[in-house]
């Protein structure tokens, strides 16, 4: 048994010190969980931050003042005051995307009792800004003619009042989202790109037939390989946590980082399997990136990491159940965002214990299948 276990250790020492040396990989392993982590976090926002807009006050009321100046920065930019001829003009050169006309005698009408109405045009190929600025629009301007009207706040005349409370994200800040989202796939992807990688490595290497010569077995080849790629990203994960997540984008962690380096753990031990299985049937480099791309985008995309995973049609959910990422996803989330202890997320690791034995077994078996064709 000790035996076994140092063949295991010095293979896997073998396996670092060959990853360490290939300098291309080693500074895309820090670019994935350093600058990737931050850029993806910062390049997309679901937040109305500086929208530009427009208004064409045709009633010059103080009322149509009022609201024109309710319209400010972080949400939108200072507004302008253009002209109704200048609408076409502004949209088309997409500088505006919002342009609100305020039409004549709108205070007269709303003192009166009528309902006038107020034209708002968007620029749809701003889709995030669209969607969410026009309920702004709508909201803001609601209660400034409420209150303008009333001299208090009223945002309807239900006989209750909605109170919303967010939690967990109550600035509803993208960045914190966005960060765990990147730091999640990256795990995926890299320890199945670094696990088959090493695996065609040695092939190409010729490498392979040093090793069967060796009084080695395959589960040992196997282990080493994936204890070294599992003690990489670890290492990655966690300085990318503290120094990435916490330190530059400061994102709030609620919950255990130990509890959340052990889930880790295990869908990396299922993931490494994955990758050794796509190094096993690939032949060479190329090959293994194609079967690679195959493999990683349906995990990242249908794992909800980016698409709430309820929204998916049934079909799609219940093959997603057979892979580890559905449930690491779940994990991650309610560790790192609602705090969650193991009394709660017990079920999803026992889940990705179980795939990722399955997936080490097969594996297994096709690399034995791999190595005695060759020998």
Request: aromatic share 12%; charged share 15%; hydrophobic share 50%.
């Amino acid at each position: 048994m000790v035996k076994h276990l140092l063949n295991i250790l010095n293979l896997g020492i073998k396996e670092l010190r060959t990853l360490f040396a290939d300098k291309g990989m080693v500074v895309f392993i820090i670019y994935s969980f350093s600058a990737a982590i931050y850029i993806g976090a910062t390049k997309t926002s679901t937040e109305l931050n500086n929208a530009s807009i427009a208004f064409v006050d045709e009633d010059r009321s103080a009322l149509s003042k009022r609201i024109i100046n309710s319209f400010y920065k972080p949400r939108f930019n200072t507004p302008e005051e253009i002209s109704y001829y200048a609408i076409d003009k502004g949209m088309d050169s997409g500088y505006y995307t919002f342009v609100v006309i305020i039409p004549a005698n709108f205070e007269k009408d709303i003192i009166s009792g009528k309902t006038p109405d107020i034209q708002l045009n968007i620029d749809a190929t701003r889709m995030t800004q669209a969607g969410i600025g026009s309920g702004y629009i709508q909201q803001i301007i609601t209660d400034e003619v409420n209150n303008y009207i009333q001299r208090e706040p009223s945002a309807s005349k239900l006989p209750i009042e909605l109170v919303s409370s967010f939690k967990y994200n109550p600035n509803l800040t993208s960045t914190w989202f966005g960060s765990i989202s990147e730091i999640i796939g990256n795990i995926a992807m890299l320890s199945i790109l670094l696990s088959g990688a090493s695996l065609i490595r040695e092939r190409e290497h010729g490498t392979i037939e040093h090793l069967l010569v060796m009084p080695l077995n395959a589960v040992e080849i196997m282990l080493s390989k994936i204890w070294s790629v599992v003690f990489v990203i670890l290492v990655c994960v966690t300085l990318s946590l503290f120094f990435i997540v916490q330190g530059v984008l400061q994102v709030p962690l609620a919950g255990s980082v130990p509890l959340f380096l052990f889930s880790t753990f295990l869908l990396l031990f299922a993931t490494t399997s994955l990758g050794i299985f796509i190094g096993t049937i690939a032949k060479n480099m190329p090959q293994l990136g194609m079967i690679f791309i195959l493999t990683i985008l349906p995990l990242m995309l249908l794992s909800g990491n980016i698409t709430p995973f309820d929204s998916m049609p049934e079909t799609i959910q219940q093959i997603m159940y057979l892979v580890p990422t559905s449930y690491f996803v779940q994990i991650a989330q309610a560790i790192l965002f609602r705090g969650a202890g193991i009394e709660t997320i017990w079920a999803d690791m026992l889940h990705i214990f179980a795939i990722g034995m399955v997936y080490f077994l097969f594996s297994l078996y096709m690399f034995r299948k791999s190595l005695e064709s060759q020998s």
